[in-house]
């Protein structure tokens, strides 16, 4: 899940102890503040990539216990101190957000997945860090989670990154079905437009599924938390399809009563 859409990240949500609401805001500030530094305004390439390259500096001077004159690094620094983060995560979405400036098209499934492995999974290990629950099998099906809400977000919102002159469908998968840049210009939903946004659909749900057990297996409010987060990402998987994947001319979003749909089959969610 890129910053651009963190519908998903826990800021203020009810379910987040107070004792964490620090970390995660001064956490999501930093993410969105770079996705800013990213995506908005008017800015050359050069000087998005510039302005990212400040905040790496920054990290390396969290990392070596230096003093900053910046608020929003100063409240890092001392979530990362107090909850002995890695900054790794953080690097990792700064070279996704970097990513963003210079590259409009994937070729290939494998190198969107690398993408998401840095712009939307480091979000998830930074939870489960903050929680005391980072170990190889939390953070393995963390990533799928985090990936996979990133896959549906492209989905969702094809038409919005067209006019922002980018595609994440991989350019293997639109020659595999037949469906061309020019057919997307257009608005063209035909039959094989259906059939690839059906396998991508497909693929991503076995994806958000293979990572579920991990909302069973953490406790209380955080495995509630994400058990709303993966029937969410679900729910819009189906919102696509209802639609009969025109993405260009309705943006599948959800409702009031698609919360109390998300809440019921949270509770009955199962390993």
């Not at 979000?123 to 099998?137: D, E, I, K, P």
């Not at 990533?143 to 980018?166: E, G, M, P, Y």
């Amino acid at each position: 899940m890129s910053v651009e859409h963190y519908e998903n990240f826990p800021v203020a949500s009810i379910l987040l102890p107070a004792r964490l609401r620090p970390a995660v805001e001064a956490i999501y500030g930093f993410a969105r503040s770079a996705d800013d530094l990213a995506d908005e305004g008017d800015a050359t390439p050069e000087a998005r990539l510039a302005a990212l390259t400040v905040y790496e500096n920054e990290l390396t001077r969290i990392e070596n216990s230096q003093p900053t004159d910046s608020g929003l690094f100063q409240a890092l620094a001392g979530v990362v101190k107090k909850h002995e983060l890695p900054l790794q995560p953080l690097r990792d979405l700064l070279s996704a957000f970097k990513q963003d400036v210079v590259t409009k098209r994937y070729e290939t499934f494998e190198t969107l997945m690398d993408y998401c492995r840095r712009s939307a999974n480091p979000v998830g290990a930074l939870m489960l860090h903050l929680y005391g629950a980072a170990n190889a099998q939390n953070l393995r099906d963390s990533d799928a989670i985090c990936s996979s809400l990133q896959l549906i977000n492209f989905w969702q919102d094809v038409a919005v990154d067209w006019q922002k002159a980018r595609i994440y469908l991989p350019h293997e998968d639109l020659v595999r079905f037949g469906v061309t840049e020019t057919q997307m210009a257009q608005a063209q939903v035909n039959e094989a437009w259906r059939a690839l946004m059906r396998f991508e659909a497909e693929r991503t749900r076995a994806l958000m599924l293979s990572g579920a057990p991990l909302a069973l297996r953490l406790p209380r409010r955080i495995g509630w938390e994400l058990r709303l987060v993966i029937q969410g990402g679900l729910r819009i998987l189906e919102r696509i399809e209802a639609v009969d994947y025109d993405v260009f001319n309705q943006r599948p979003q959800l409702g009031k009563s698609d919360w109390l749909r998300m809440a019921w089959r949270a509770m009955r969610m199962k390993p």
